[in-house]
């Protein structure tokens, strides 16, 4: 019953995150789960490098002084293993002269997603963003697995 309400809640979070992103108004940020850092004396806790701590696994922090945010989840893979579920501003746009840093909406120190940098561009012009490699794709079922602090 636990993990059906930690289930239904991260679709939730996941559904209201995906809405405020289509928002031409709000900051364009990207989702992906990576291998999480372990320490080998903290084995069932992700290591959270920009904190120098240990995090428990569906516990998030920030990671300032980079803009972004990160998760500690448990897969479900059998023998389960740690993944950072990393949530950042993605790369930044390609070089388009006709777009250019929206000073007055920028805010680098800002709580992310807010820190995420704001363009404005030329009528007709739009920015382009490159393609992101990923190295394997994690299953859906892993990511509906985290929970926030």
């Known amino acids: 019953m636990k993990r059906l309400l930690v289930f ?3 679709l939730a979070f996941a559904f209201a995150q995906d809405k405020a992103e289509d928002k031409d108004d709000g900051p364009k ?7 999480a850092d ?10 959270a490098s920009t904190r120098c701590a240990t995090v428990e696994p569906g516990k998030s922090w920030d990671l300032t002084p980079f ?3 990160s998760t500690c989840v448990v897969s479900e893979d059998k023998p389960p293993r740690l993944l950072e579920l990393v949530e ?3 790369p930044l746009p390609l070089a388009n002269p006709k777009c250019k840093l929206d000073e007055e909406k920028t805010n680098k120190t800002a709580t992310f ?11 007709g012009a739009k ?12 299953p859906e079922e892993t990511a509906a697995t985290t929970t926030k602090a």
């Open 127 to 138: 920015l382009e963003y490159p393609e992101v490699p990923t190295v394997a794709p994690v």
């Open 38 to 47: 372990v320490l080998r004396d903290f084995p069932g806790m992700c290591f």
């Open 8 to 10: 239904a809640f991260v």
């Open 29 to 35: 940020t990207y989702r992906r789960l990576i291998p």
């Open 113 to 123: 997603p807010y820190c995420c940098p704001s363009f404005v561009c030329e009528e």
């Open 67 to 69: 803009c972004g945010r």
């Open 88 to 90: 950042d501003c993605g």
